[in-house]
């Protein structure tokens, strides 16, 4: 699916593990494992975490990057 994709697709960008996704938000990584496998869909609370969490991610990351 194109949220499991996505997902999958910016953890590996950011160079993190499931388990450091899966602990950021609090959940366990064969929780975490489920969405990106599409085996799940996240419930609309660990989607907000998550974009809360990783927006900021993404954005050190791509300023490091610069510099």
Known sequence: SYLADNIRYLRNQLGHSQQK???DLF???GRYAKYEENASEPPIE????????YMDAN???KMMKKS
């Open 21 to 23: 996704v899966a602990d």
């Open 27 to 29: 959940i366990t990584r």
């Open 46 to 53: 660990i989607r907000q975490d998550y974009g809360e969490v």
């Open 59 to 61: 954005i050190e990351h």
